[in-house]
Each structure stands twice: as structure tokens, then as C-alpha cells.
């Protein structure tokens, strides 16, 4: 059966709020500060369970998550050394007979910045996402959605190195990824043009080593 490579995306060194944030959904083994990471997504759902079993028989990663969906699998792994994710990831790949050129290119579906939230909507929204941080009035808040979803993972994690930024929200799960951040009007400025740069980034044509 095939098999298609819908997210495939290395992070180098998880920052503290993404870390600690999948770490309040992790299933597995909860994923620390400064560890390398991967998040793969595949179609259909059930091939992630062979995917997942090759990866980890083979290197010493952990997992943190695995969900399996109908139409989509996804597996995050991790480890304090770096190049054992990335043999992981060619493990996988050489499974797929596929290199990361093959892996789908990321959109865009929507990207804003609402200025100056007021309590009412901040309000709302704390009462419906509550694992990260609480978004507070007045302050700016960056919504990102991309497709396929596993790589707004990678945009969160590049967004947060580049702003002092509060990360309320990440799901990287479905049709869509949704990712939701708060700070002031320049920090979230500056968190939005990392995050649209990693996707940029991931679209690039690229040399896996």
C-alpha cells in the first residue's frame, strides 16, 4: 500500500514553552528542553504504528506522541543527541523508499495578528485553550494555521527562539495545524515573521543529512 510523506521536519533543540507543552499531552515519554525532535506525519493513519516500531527498535529516541487517525498518522520523537533523530528520520525514510524532497509542501491557511485583545475575547479563548499560557487583555495574539498540520510544531519552536513570546496554544493534529501566541504588539510582531520564515524554510528544496 502506498504510503505519503505528508510532514517530515527536524527541530534542533526544543525551546522551553513547546517542550513543556507537549509535554501536558504526551503519551509517551515527555520531551525536556534542548532535545531534538522529529515530527512526521503519514497517510494513511495506520502505517505510523510500522513507522514508529523501525524508528525505535533501531536508535535509542523515545516517543512522546503517537496519534492515529483515520486519514493521517502522526509520531513525534525525541532525544538529547541529535544525530540519533536524525538517523531515525533516515530509517524511516529508507522504509518509505522516499527522500525529504518527497515529503508535502507546507501552506499557509491563515495568518493574523489581533492587536490589543479585549477581555471578553481574551476570556474566551483562555476558557477554551487551557494547557499553555493564558492570553491576557490588551496584549497582542499571533494565530498561525498551516497544511498538513505536523509542522506547525516547527514554526512554534522557530517563533519562540525569535521572540519573547507566550505560547497558549499548538495543535498539530487533523486537517490543519493551529498555533496561538501572545506578547506585545513588537514581540508578536517579531514571532510571526519567524514562524512564516520556518515555513518558507521547510518549502525550500533541501539536502537531508
Given at each position: 500500500m502506498d504510503i505519503t510523506l505528508r510532514t517530515f521536519v527536524f527541530i534542533d533543540s526544543l525551546q522551553p514553552q513547546l517542550a513543556s507543552y507537549l509535554a501536558t499531552s504526551s503519551q509517551g515519554f515527555l520531551p525536556i528542553p534542548g532535545d531534538a525532535c522529529m515530527w512526521i506525519e503519514v497517510a494513511p493513519g495506520m502505517a505510523v504504528h510500522r513507522l514508529s516500531d523501525i524508528a525505535l527498535k533501531a536508535t535509542n529516541v523515545r516517543m512522546g506522541e503517537q496519534v492515529v487517525e483515520r486519514s493521517f498518522g502522526s509520531m513525534e520523537i525525541h532525544y538529547r543527541n541529535q544525530s540519533d533523530v536524525q538517523e531515525a528520520g533516515n530509517i524511516i525514510l529508507r522504509e518509505l523508499d522516499t527522500t525529504v524532497e518527497s515529503r508535502m509542501a507546507c501552506r499557509i491557511?491563515?495568518?493574523?495578528?489581533?492587536?490589543?485583545?479585549t477581555?471578553?475575547?481574551?476570556?474566551?479563548?483562555?476558557?477554551?485553550?487551557?494547557?499553555?499560557?493564558?492570553?491576557?487583555?490588551?496584549?497582542?495574539?499571533?494565530?498561525?494555521?498551516?497544511?498538513?498540520?505536523?509542522?506547525?510544531?516547527?514554526?512554534?519552536?522557530?517563533?519562540?527562539?525569535?521572540?519573547?513570546?507566550?505560547?497558549?496554544?499548538?495543535?498539530?493534529?487533523?486537517?490543519?495545524?493551529?498555533?496561538?501566541?501572545?506578547?506585545?504588539?513588537?514581540?508578536?510582531?517579531?514571532?510571526a515573521r519567524a514562524a512564516v520564515r520556518a515555513i518558507e524554510q521547510i518549502n525550500q528544496r533541501a539536502t537531508w543529512e
Open positions: 491557511a491563515w495568518k493574523e495578528i489581533i492587536r490589543a485583545i477581555p471578553d475575547h481574551a476570556t474566551l479563548i483562555n476558557r477554551q485553550l487551557r494547557k499553555g499560557s493564558m492570553i491576557l487583555p490588551g496584549k497582542s495574539m499571533f494565530i498561525l494555521e498551516t497544511e498538513p498540520a505536523g509542522y506547525i510544531v516547527y514554526a512554534a519552536n522557530e517563533a519562540e527562539k525569535a521572540a519573547h513570546i507566550t505560547l497558549v496554544d499548538v495543535k498539530a493534529f487533523g486537517n490543519f495545524g493551529r498555533l496561538t501566541m501572545m506578547g506585545s504588539e513588537a514581540e508578536t510582531e517579531e514571532a
